[in-house]
Each structure stands twice: as structure tokens, then as C-alpha cells.
């Protein structure tokens, strides 16, 4: 168990430009979590898989914003057309079923967009 | 749905002092509660969680909270602070459905020497 992976940690993009993060999550772990978290906030959900399926994708932020699960294994959230207001930490967890485990965070990969 | 509240953005205490941090929630299913703390650039690790049973727990470095459901409440305490606990604490709740975990905004910790 090598916990939840993210990459990259940082990215610094110029506005206008796609980026994409990469989620790997407790290899045992059938849900897998988007949380994004802006400074001096909490993280706020964005979108939920279990296994390949996405169940929840209403409070992504935008249709600039889009995750994919292809195998049920790691995930990748994209975002288009990067906006200043995009600049925030993305954070990425994970969990056994509903979540009575508890839920595994990765340290996230911090956008910058310039 | 679920919210939380975190009363106090900051708090203060002094090295060897109790910590008490608050957490209130609102949930209309029976709720998991959990608490995280989160250091500078990091992401969020796990002190401790509620789902049924027994209503204190006891979590990582000294830690406990107590569910009080006819209050809401899921306080954080640790009977004395060590300069190491200064950091982000966050409360969250989830009703175990697809809405994931719901934070609160935070309590930044802060220990005096």
C-alpha cells in the first residue's frame, strides 16, 4: 500500500491552455474522489467514481472540467481553456465503500495558471 | 446533504495547553465524521473518524473527539499541545452516499512557546 499518488505536485500553465492531473488511487480502493481547495478554504467535491463509473459529476465546476476512470484504476482530471480563477489546489482521495475506512488523500497538485 | 461549521478560523494556544477545536454538523442521514489535519503544502491526513459505536474516539498523536448527536457536535481535543500540532485541522462529514466528504473551512492552530 503505497497510499494515493498525484501527479504532478505543481503545475504552472499560461492562461488558455489544457492541463490534465493524474489520480492513482489505494490499488484495494473502489471509489475515488476530485476535491479542488482554494487558499483558506476547505477542499470542495467535484467528482466521484466507483470503479469506472462516474456517479457524480454535477458539481464540476464548468464543462471546462472533465475526469475519466478508463479501467478502474487511476483517474485523470482535465481542464480546458485554464482560467486565472483556475489556480487552486486539486486533491484526490480515495476509499474502500461508503467511506467507513475513511477516506486516503494524495498531496494534491497545485495549479497555477499565469 | 451535509454541512459543517468550524467555529474559530484560528486559535491559539500555548505549548503543554488542552487544544479544543469545534465542529458542528448538519446531516440528514446518520453521518461519518472525520477529522484531518493538513500541513503547509500537503495533502489532508486522517486523525480520526466516527461511523457507529462508541462515541469518543480516539485518533493519531493524541487526539480524540466525542460524536454528541443531540448537540451536532464533533469536538476535537488533545489534553496538551506540542509545537508540532501547529497546522490546518479540517472537520468533515459524509452521508457514505456519492457526495463524497463535505469540509468545513478550518481551524488554523496556532501553539505558543
Known amino acids: 500500500d503505497t497510499g494515493v499518488s498525484q501527479n504532478p505536485r505543481h503545475k504552472i500553465t499560461k492562461r488558455g491552455q489544457n492541463v490534465t492531473f493524474r489520480c492513482d488511487p489505494i490499488?484495494?480502493?473502489?471509489?475515488l474522489y476530485w476535491y479542488r481547495q482554494t487558499l483558506g478554504q476547505g477542499p470542495e467535491f467535484l467528482t466521484y467514481f466507483q470503479n469506472e463509473a462516474q456517479l457524480e459529476k454535477s458539481r464540476l465546476l464548468s464543462d471546462r472540467f472533465s475526469a475519466e476512470r478508463p479501467k478502474g484504476s487511476f483517474s485523470t482530471l482535465e481542464i480546458q481553456r485554464t482560467e486565472q480563477g483556475d489556480s487552486a489546489m486539486y486533491l484526490c482521495a480515495s476509499s474502500f465503500g461508503q467511506g467507513s475506512y475513511g477516506y486516503t488523500f494524495g498531496s494534491g497538485t497545485r495549479l497555477t495558471v499565469v | 446533504a451535509q454541512s459543517v461549521t468550524q467555529l474559530g478560523s484560528h486559535v491559539s494556544v500555548s505549548e503543554g495547553a488542552l487544544v479544543l477545536l469545534r465542529c458542528n454538523y448538519s446531516?440528514?442521514?446518520?453521518?461519518?465524521l472525520f477529522w484531518y489535519v493538513q500541513y503547509p503544502n500537503q495533502g489532508l491526513q486522517l486523525l480520526l473518524k466516527?461511523?457507529?459505536?462508541?462515541?469518543l474516539v480516539k485518533g493519531i498523536n493524541g487526539f480524540e473527539a466525542e460524536f454528541k448527536k443531540s448537540e451536532t457536535s464533533f469536538h476535537l481535543t488533545k489534553p496538551s499541545a506540542h509545537m508540532s500540532d501547529a497546522a490546518e485541522y479540517f472537520c468533515?462529514?459524509?452521508?457514505?452516499?456519492?457526495?463524497?466528504?463535505?469540509f468545513g473551512k478550518g481551524t488554523h492552530l496556532i501553539i505558543q512557546p
Open positions: 466516527y461511523t457507529t459505536g462508541a462515541t
Open positions: 490499488s484495494e480502493h473502489n471509489r
Open positions: 446531516s440528514s442521514v446518520p453521518p461519518y
Open positions: 468533515a462529514v459524509t452521508g457514505g452516499g456519492a457526495d463524497g466528504l463535505t
